[in-house]
Nanobody, 110 residues
């Protein structure tokens, strides 16, 4: 199983960013998948997940701002982030079946 995140970068507060996670060796519609983030102080926190049936769940801190979705045909997992705040600055990781990607840096700063 390999997971490769992309789409991170520098964005201003209030801005939006779309992250992708390309999966190989596992089907995005046949796995419990989601996103975590690691903050600059090295603490980690879950963001949310998408179940096999497509239902999603989010942490309160991102509810209404972040959206997890998937593209079954392309075997991609997405994280749509809106209204970004400086406290969203972190390395973002996707996970699936106990496997993790290498992470992509998101920096929210003016």
């Amino acid at each position: 199983v390999q997971l490769v995140e992309s789409g991170g970068g520098l964005v201003q507060p209030g801005g939006s960013l779309n992250l992708s996670c390309a999966a190989s060796g596992i089907r995005v519609d046949n796995a419990f998948m989601g996103w975590y983030r690691q903050f600059p102080d090295k603490s980690r926190a879950p963001i949310g997940h998408i179940s096999r049936d497509g239902s999603t769940s989010y942490q309160d801190s991102v509810q209404g701002r972040f959206t997890i979705s998937r593209n079954i045909a392309m075997n991609l997992l997405y994280l749509r982030m809106t209204d970004l705040k400086p406290e969203d600055t972190a390395v973002y990781y996707c996970f699936a079946g106990g496997n993790w990607g290498q992470g992509t840096q998101v920096t929210v700063s003016s």
